[in-house]
């Protein structure tokens, strides 16, 4: 090959003997792309000038399907080369050749070789020739792409550059009016052409053609209620939209995740196809980790995909921008000659397709897939989902509180859990709460065949797990949980009920095994148990394994003197065994009098008009109740909760021994006025 004539520009193949790709992954920043102007023409209108603005805006229209390729080009990595050839029409101006240069093969970031380093991750490296100041003839009358590409294919041949030796050509032809497209390529192919200047985003959007990227559109106005979006059913389509994606409109922005999968950039271990219900973590595309969840579907698209972004060189998002603080999901259609996207506008409500993503608390429905996704938790790492697909139990976020985690190990052999509950360290738990404990662990590589290991603690005598995660296995001498399995990613769940002889203090206690053990970790803030709970009576039915049982608890204490406006809340819990036959056991809390007003009252208890009275009937198990009582300026001046239980036998109504005084407040130091109840912290009601 000729390396002295005139009119060729070389790239070089590295920085210094450094690839680009190389830079990235050792950490180098790259300096972002300066912000490109806005675009002064559409496809279809023609301008008088040989060059049209600098910046590129796709055409319908903007490349030719390869009816001989046979299937999308997989594995394009390595080293991959271009011939990129420009010049003038006769008697026209040249397009500037640096400007060609620095948007095509310069070891820069705003080239397409930059560009391609980088969101490939290092595993496709482009370099080429230039060949300049070529004369493409006559300008023509008509838009003829095979014209003009055999006679830059010929120009570069007669200055010593054969077409033959590289992989792709890049032709940036002078400006064309008859052409009413900016850029075309071949789909998938080898070749793509500018019509007039180039911009980087030209170079992105048509070689993404050459990988067989195709357009595509976004789902918009899909149903909505509250945080759940529900799609595709429903939904209209726009064109485009998508401004994370090159071939939507999204300029240079990175590629979407399932292109660089198709690509060969994305290996399968980074891509995960959602088979089953869980907990999955998302993290940054371009980095280590699960960068792309894909969910099959049977009905239209065959695949919803998902991902999540940070700022980038490319992906010039503010960091509050809904782009880079949610989950990205897309529609795909990955066929065999070519990959399209349909994006999901996440948020129909604001009507724009600029915030499209699924932010922490969002869920998203799609009842074609027999799917639910939600948005658990973001950040600069990565995003947690939960993902129910199928006929599987729903899988639900974590709890809001952190309340510990620990780690064995360190670098990649890091092995992590970190422990959630739904309800707030230092929070006061009556008789009846629940606290449900969710884990989430990392397990790394082990030393030989020897498995990682979480374990949970056991609970105090009177706080009863009352649903425990299957993988989550209980050591009858060690009096705790335990799972132990090989590098992965795993979730638990406990559900922890607080019973009447809880002790008084609580925390979770918890450990994690790998290259080391350390020692138990212990939720710095205890729950509070049982402090406000008071045993204000019970009844049974029955005896021995026949016998029915309730005990009924109040937050107030029996006897004392209640004000108007005052409210108590009364907790019962019932166990119900053997029935006779058919018969179920039943539970019963006598109605108020006028005056006092059950403003919150469980589903179970059911109401009875002709009784007056609540009643809960039911098979063997245990059930809790909760009603809410509120005084009212009519109430009688004694009040004494009355209830039952029946099973075997069919006792009389039982009543709290200490009735409550009530009245208008009258100066007496009030039971409350100790302590000030609205200093407590929030607690979950079952």
Known sequence: MNTTRTGRIRAGIGLGGLSLGAMLLAGTPMQAAPALPTPLITAGMERVVDDPPPDFV?????????????????????????????????????????????????????????????????????????????DFGTKPQTCSTSTVRDKAVAQARAQGYDRANYDYLFVAMPYLGSCNWGGIAQSPGSWAMSNGTPSLSLWVHEFGH????????????????????????????????????????????EYPANY?????????????????????????????????????????????????????????????????????????????TTTKNKQLDGTPETGTTQDPTLTQGKILVDEEAHARIEICSVDRTGAIVAVAVGNDSPAYCPGDFLIGEASSGSGSALTHVRWYADVAPGTKLRIGDEVTLTGMADFRRSIGTLKNSAFLDGLPAGLEATQVSGGLAWDSTGKYWRHDAGPGQYLYQV??????????????????????????RTMSSPYQ?????????????????????????????????????????????????????????????????????AIHVSRALAWSSTGKYWRHDAGPGQYLYRVVVRVGADAPSQWAPRFKVQGYSQPDWRTMSSPYQIGADDGTPHPEDAADKSSLPSRKTP
């Not at 204490?557 to 809340?569: C, F, H, Q």
Request: glycine content about 12%; hydrophobic content about 35%.
């Open 529 to 597: 148990v049982g402090a406000a709970d008071f045993l204000i009576g019970e009844a049974s039915s029955g005896s021995g394994s026949a016998l029915t049982h309730v005990r009924w608890y109040a937050d107030v204490a029996p006897g004392a003197k209640l004000r108007i406006g005052d409210e108590v809340t009364l907790t019962g819990m019932a166990d119900f065994r053997r029935s006779i036959g058919t018969l179920k056991n039943s539970a019963f809390l006598d109605g108020l009098p006028a005056g006092l007003e």
């Open 260 to 336: 660089r999968l198709q690509a060969g950039w994305l290996t399968e271990d980074k891509a995960k196809l959602v088979a089953r219900s869980g907990m999955y973590r998302l993290s940054t595309l371009g980095t280590d980790g699960t960068q792309l969840l894909m969910l099959a579907r049977s009905q239209g698209w065959p695949r919803l995909t998902l991902e999540y972004r940070q700022p980038s060189a490319y992906d010039t998002f503010s960091p509050d921008d809904n782009r880079v603080r949610g989950v990205w999901a897309r529609y795909s259609d990955m066929a065999r």
């Open 495 to 520: 559900v922890v009920r607080v019973g009447a002889d809880a002790p008084t203090q609580w925390a979770p206690r918890f450990k994690v095994q790998g290259y080391s053990q350390p020692d138990w």
């Open 58 to 134: 796709p055409s319908e229209s903007d490349y030719v399907v390869n009816h001989e390729a046979m299937e999308t080009p997989r594995g394009v990595v390595g080293q991959r080369t271009v011939l990129v050839v420009t010049g003038r029409w006769t008697g026209g101006s040249n397009i500037n050749p640096t400007t060609v240069r620095n948007t095509t093969i310069a070891d820069s970031a705003t080239s397409l070789r930059g560009y391609l380093g980088a969101v490939s991750q290092g595993k496709l490296n482009l370099s080429g020739d230039l060949v300049a100041d070529v």
């Open 210 to 253: 050459n990988l067989g990227f195709g357009h595509g559109s976004t789902f918009v106005n899909c149903p909505s209620n509250g945080s759940e979006v529900s799609a595709p059913v429903n939904c209209a389509t726009k064109q485009n939209g998508d401004y994370g994606d090159p071939m939507l409109g999204g300029g240079s922005k």
